[in-house]
């Protein structure tokens, strides 16, 4: 059995020490063994434009951000995945870090860029991977990646067991489609969405909360409120997502039949020929 959980808030555009420092308060005494926090939750979401994203970002290995929460890891005998404004050298990626006590475990780089996002951001530079904690596979994806099945797909492939999922939703398609991702890949996900608003160039944006759990039979173990704080942790037992048996005689995996799907490794659209 593992206690997973996450916290979601309303991270404060810009305030980085003051959304930290909540983000601290509300874990320093809590009892986890795996939290998950939004997508951006020290910058916020809107960064506007590259420059400001330069300024706002920081390197990973020099960030106090990021001691300060291996530092609670040491304290609390946990993991935490955030989602991070990650600087590496003159690039800036939309990053999650896999943290615990030992230091940033994991690095994983949002693949699939967000509208304005791509103004400000590079697209992830490496393909997801799946890491062991506590004898439990976890996977990373970010917010819009949902939409794209081949991401939860090949880290279930990889043999993930949680799908940590930081997200900034604005769409509200994502809550209903996860129930569908976990089922046909028999794994849990944790998606940790923020709450609020923020200005964009001609208008705001909303974020529309809703962070949830769901278990490998696509089953929903709970869902937050849409705008207000929630931390909330449960205990699951992994074991469930590693049957991958829908029927006696049906494996989720297994019955894939990838030579026939060539398709999905063409690069551009064929359905025009
Ligand atoms: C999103 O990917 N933050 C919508």
Redesign the pocket.
């Known amino acids: 059995m593992i206690k997973i959980g996450y916290f979601q808030f309303y991270p404060n555009l810009k305030q980085i020490k003051q959304n930290s420092d909540k983000i601290v308060n509300t874990l320093k005494h809590i009892d986890a063994d795996l939290i998950v926090l939004p997508?951006?939750p020290f910058t916020g979401?809107y960064l506007q434009n590259r420059g400001k994203a330069q300024e706002l970002a920081e390197d990973p290995k020099n960030s106090p951000t990021v001691d300060t929460l291996i530092n609670l890891c040491k304290k609390r005998n946990f993991y935490i995945v955030t989602g991070f404004a990650e600087k590496s050298h003159s690039l800036i990626y939309?990053s999650a870090l896999l943290i615990g006590a030992d230091g940033v475990l994991h690095t994983y780089r949002?693949l699939?860029?967000?509208?304005d996002?791509k103004q400000w951001f590079d697209p992830g530079d490496a393909p997801p991977q799946v890491v062991e904690i506590l004898g439990v596979k976890i996977g990373i994806m970010?917010?819009?990646?949902w939409i794209f099945p081949e991401v939860m797909r090949s880290l279930a492939i990889m043999g993930a067991d949680i799908i940590c999922h930081p997200?900034?939703?604005?769409?509200d398609y994502c809550q209903s489609a996860m129930l569908t991702r976990c089922l046909e890949n028999g794994v849990f996900a944790i998606t940790t969405n923020r709450f609020g608003v923020e200005n964009k160039s001609g208008g705001e944006i909303q974020f529309t909360g809703n962070s949830q759990i769901v278990a490998p039979k696509g089953m929903l173990l709970h869902r937050a409120p849409s705008q207000l704080d929630e931390l909330y942790i449960t205990e699951i037992d992994v074991e469930d997502a590693r049957d991958k048996y829908i029927t006696p005689s049906n494996h989720l995996l297994e019955d894939r039949r990838p030579e026939f799907y060539s398709g999905l490794l063409t690069p551009e659209i064929l359905s025009d020929q």
């Open positions: 997508e951006l979401y939309n949002k699939h860029l967000f509208d996002e970010i917010c819009f990646d997200s900034n939703l604005i769409l």
